[in-house]
């Protein structure tokens, strides 16, 4: 099976700008949660999209959005970008369940200038 | 709220040596607990979970929910061993979802 994939794997965005990533899960899996990871505060929990449907939204402001497709790949936009926002975006996909793995794609590294 | 903690940011050991990571976690239901792992230029993935109880390139982890731990042990470190590791803890969310909180790490160095 195909691995989760990232689209862009870079970003160059200047403040006040807004910016769209993709994230295609693995085949099957339904549940596509995004996170944020910076080198002060880890890996922190943006959002989880299950069929469609947002179940699961982080401690983020509403600048953080996302959404699924029927296809399971998911989007993620930020919108007014500031420089807080520089950090690695990554998703992970899985089947949905508590016990289930998660499975990390390589991530968007995104710098805001 | 759900926390978890790693309370070594760095830990060095010599090849051959034994390795502990620790990881303590807090919650007040059962917990599903996860370790992850990132090699060097790799993606993060699952190293092993406390359900499987199984042992995974020679690491072993075992839930004690009276000391709410959930230390990562090796007997003998390998070089390849050397990389960033992840405790996680799964809680629901409501809604059907469950939510993965993960500690801040801990860079494993294995020194030959």
């Known amino acids: 099976k195909a691995g989760v994939t990232q689209t862009p794997r870079y970003l160059i965005k200047t403040r006040g700008q807004q910016v769209t990533l993709s994230c295609s899960p693995i085949s ?19 959002f989880e999209y299950f069929s469609e449907t947002q179940r699961n939204k982080g401690n983020f402001p509403g600048r953080f959005s996302g959404r699924q497709f029927s296809n399971s790949r998911s989007e993620m936009n930020v919108s007014t970008l500031e420089l807080g926002d520089s950090a690695l975006y990554l998703c992970a996909s899985s089947l949905g369940g508590p016990k289930e793995t998660q499975y990390f794609g390589p991530g968007t590294r995104l710098l805001v200038l | ?110 020194i030959p």
């Open chain 1, 28 to 46: 099957g899996h339904r549940s596509v949660s995004w996170y944020q990871q910076t080198p002060g505060q880890g890996l922190q929990f943006l």
């Open chain 2, 1 to 110: 709220a759900q926390r978890v903690t790693q309370p070594e940011k760095l830990l060095s050991v010599f090849k051959g040596a034994p390795v502990e990571l620790k990881c303590n976690y807090s919650y007040s239901g059962s917990p599903e607990l996860f370790w992850y792992v990132q090699y060097s230029r790799q993606r993060l993935q699952l190293l092993l979970r406390h359900i499987s109880r199984e042992s995974i390139k020679g690491f072993t982890a075992d839930l004690n929910k009276g000391e709410t731990s959930f230390h990562l042990k090796k007997p003998f470190a390998q070089e390849e061993d050397s990389a960033m590791y992840y405790c996680a803890l799964s809680v629901p969310s409501g809604a059907g979802s469950y939510q993965l909180t993960f500690g801040k790490g801990t860079k494993l160095s294995v």
